[in-house]
């Protein structure tokens, strides 16, 4: 069964950095497009970047400048690398996939667990 693990949020001051880190798991035969959305209490999900297979990103206008995805398709793991953040950058972030089982021939979308990022003093 396919499944994204997340790891690497947590608390960062203002104007600190951190790194997500989604990898793929479970009889993959390839990965469309990978990305990260977030979730800040009392709001709708919302995209924050995304990154195809071949390479093109995507961003939010909000994060733009400060944040990079990048991804390794040998590892099937997407990236986020967040810069310069704000308190209003604190949310639960999702990882996303469009992926392709082995033996299968349709994609399917595929969500992370979830990760706290808490910016703060």
């Known amino acids: 069964q396919v499944q994204l693990v997340e790891s690497g949020g947590g608390l960062v001051q203002p104007g600190g950095s951190l790194r997500l880190s989604c990898a793929a798991s479970g009889g993959i035969f390839s990965i469309n497009t990978m990305g990260w959305y977030r979730q800040a209490p009392g709001k709708e999900r919302e995209l924050v970047a995304s990154?195809?297979?071949?390479?093109?990103?995507n961003y939010a206008d909000g994060v733009k400048g400060r944040f990079t995805i990048s991804r390794d398709s040998a590892k099937n793991t997407v990236y986020l690398q967040m810069n310069s953040l704000k308190p209003e950058d604190t949310a639960v972030y999702y990882c996303?996939?469009?992926?392709?089982?082995?033996?299968?021939?349709?994609?399917?979308?595929?969500w992370g667990q979830g990760s706290l990022v808490t910016v703060s003093s």
């Open positions: 996303n996939a469009e992926v392709r089982p082995r033996l299968t021939l349709r994609y399917l979308e595929v």
């Open positions: 990154i195809t297979s071949g390479g093109s990103e």
